[in-house]
């Protein structure tokens, strides 16, 4: 019988439980043979057996380490009985009638294996898979991952890009799909879409490389997402129309618009923010938890302060903020109807939506001097490359100090009998 390896930062979980998170380890265990680990950022690691064939790696999942469970000597394994495990795999795996390592993956089973780790590991489930239900099972569901191609992944992309996009619809009905994509702007838009879904496939396969599902990751690695979809011409309000979509908005539903003039918090955010998050003290209001993982205390403006301080008397603190005409809770796309009738009485053509009220907010903070770390730090951005994206053009004065200051005059004279409309 081979003899275990003792000595070697696997052998424990006091060892595991130190090593760097999401990087996998390998200890070499025989000739040709390594046990690999990988720790995840919660729960159980997971054990891979990898075998120099000659040519290549072949890798194999053994299953669960014992980090925080007993192990069972079958899907949850100590250091010693992965080993074994290893052992075997590879005895079978050199076997002449053995003619693969393990059954080939399809691209469902794949993305079973991804979801399980991601409702562990990761936030936005609900969107995550409904992604993935409408655009990459549908295509891909039965192909082998290793009979998956670059071409085909390309023309999957490409095809994504031209169609229309989806409107929301009810869980189980029907989808329906806007207009096809037109202006420049809408197939940048289109193409930008694509890229995000794109993301989400190659991290499927990636995670079913990693985890020895499959043994080449060369394929979707040709595959490049399109250039310059992530640079939107960012649309916000002046301050004339903020306060015209202000004043043409129903009661409730102006409070909504006025709090994310003040906070630039999203309506999923200012939906479920509670009476104990304003603090009146501070002149701060806390923002739970969402998109990037993390909490965030927003500054208010003296007029911020002072709106809050109304909204909020004689409620609780474990009442809602802002409620709805019938005092229930905002829902998801309960806003749509209302910002779609504000827009048409206050005449702000095309209508806006919700988010381009947070966009207001940054870009006026960045025409009055913000810098970009200041803004990305209130809207709660994980760095400044997406606030950048969006907002660097206006808070960079640069150019037009160098065009108000050197280029010469041409005579011209202004009419004073034309006034803009506000």
């Not at 990988?38 to 990898?50: E, L, S, V, Y």
């Not at 409107?167 to 879409?193: F, H, L, V």
């Not at 829902?331 to 095309?350: L, Q, S, V």
């Amino acid at each position: 019988m081979a003899r275990s390896v003792r000595s070697n930062p696997l052998a424990t979980r006091t060892n595991r439980l130190k090593l760097v998170t999401g990087k996998r380890v390998y200890v070499t265990i025989g000739e040709g043979l390594a046990l690999g680990y990988r720790r995840p950022a919660k729960g159980n690691g997971t054990w891979q057996a990898r075998l120099w064939t000659g040519e290549r790696y072949i890798k194999h999942v053994l299953g669960e380490a014992d980090d925080y469970m007993d192990a069972d000597g079958s899907h949850v394994t100590t250091f010693f009985q992965a080993q074994e495990k290893s052992r075997l795999f590879a005895q079978e795996a050199r076997s002449p009638s053995s003619p693969t390592v393990t059954r080939p993956t399809t691209v469902g089973e794949a993305v079973d294996h991804y979801m399980y780790w991601f409702r562990e590991n990761r936030k936005s489930v609900n969107e995550t898979e409904a992604c993935i239900n409408a655009h990459i099972l549908p295509h891909f569901r039965d192909t082998l991952v290793s009979e998956l191609r670059s071409s085909e992944i390309k023309a999957w992309l490409h095809a994504l890009a031209a169609k229309p996009a989806r409107r929301r619809s009810r869980k189980g009905g029907q989808p329906a799909y806007r207009a096809a994509p037109k202006t420049e702007d809408e197939k940048r838009s289109r193409k930008a879409s694509a890229n995000r879904i794109f993301t989400i496939l190659k991290a499927i396969l990636n995670k079913a490389f990693e985890d020895g599902l499959a043994s080449s990751d060369t394929e979707w690695r040709r595959v490049k997402p399109f250039e310059k979809a992530d640079e939107p011409l960012t649309r916000f309000l002046t301050t004339a129309e903020a306060e015209r979509l202000i004043n043409a908005s129903s009661p409730n539903f102006r409070l909504l618009v006025k709090a994310s003039l003040f906070t630039g918090a999203r309506y999923g955010e200012l939906a479920r923010l509670n009476v104990e998050h304003v603090n009146l003290d501070t002149g701060q209001v806390y923002i739970t938890p969402s998109k990037s993982g993390k909490g965030r205390y927003i500054p208010l403006s003296h007029e911020g302060l002072d709106f809050f301080t109304t909204v909020i008397a004689g409620k609780l603190r474990r009442d809602f903020v802002f409620t709805r005409e019938d005092g229930e809770a905002w829902g998801k796309n309960h806003h749509t109807r209302h910002m779609k009738a504000a827009c048409a009485a206050a005449k702000i053509e095309p209508a806006i939506s919700f988010h381009e009220l947070r966009h207001t907010y940054a870009s006026l903070l960045a025409q009055a001097g913000a810098d970009l770390l200041t803004i990305s730090r209130l809207l709660g951005h994980a760095d400044t490359r997406v606030t950048s994206r969006h907002y660097a053009h206006l808070c960079d004065n640069t150019l037009k100090n160098a065009v108000t200051t050197l280029l010469p005059s041409f005579g011209h004279q202004a009419d004073k009998t034309i006034k803009a409309i506000r």
